[in-house]
């Protein structure tokens, strides 16, 4: 199936910067939207940034201007260049796919996957 895997997180302090990555393994049949979501201890996960493989985006409020999503379909890779970082950015931030998969001969299509998630710390 397919793994999510994130990596980049960190401590850094507000102002400064964090690039974000995420690599999708396994066996699939195609990764399509990819996402960032974010959960901070007392939120919801919410919605961070989102790219689809035709390379429309969507930005939460919150971090127009700051953040950029970005992808390379030929790593199956998605990444998040975060500036400008305030103490309210930190969270367990998640790469999130839609893709498909086979098992036997059973097709999974419009599948979700998520990774692990990596943290992110902003100190004031």
């Known amino acids: 199936q397919v793994q999510l895997v994130e990596s980049g997180g960190g401590l850094v302090q507000a102002g400064g910067s964090l690039r974000l990555s995420c690599v999708a393994s396994?066996?699939?049949?195609?990764?399509?939207?990819m996402a960032w979501f974010r959960q901070g201890p007392w939120n919801q996960r919410e919605l961070v940034a989102a790219?689809?493989?035709?390379?429309?985006?969507n930005y939460a409020d919150s971090v127009k201007g700051r953040f950029t999503i970005s992808r390379d379909n030929a790593k199956n890779a998605l990444y998040l260049q975060m500036n400008s970082l305030k103490p309210e950015d930190s969270a367990v931030y998640y790469c999130?796919?839609?893709?498909?998969?086979?098992?036997?001969?059973?097709?999974?299509?419009?599948?979700?996957?998520w990774g692990q998630g990596t943290q992110v710390t902003v100190s004031s």
């Open positions: 999130n796919a839609i893709g498909s998969h086979t098992s036997g001969d059973v097709f999974y299509g419009n599948q979700q996957y």
């Open positions: 790219l689809t493989r035709s390379g429309s985006t």
């Open positions: 396994g066996r699939f049949d195609s990764i399509d939207d």
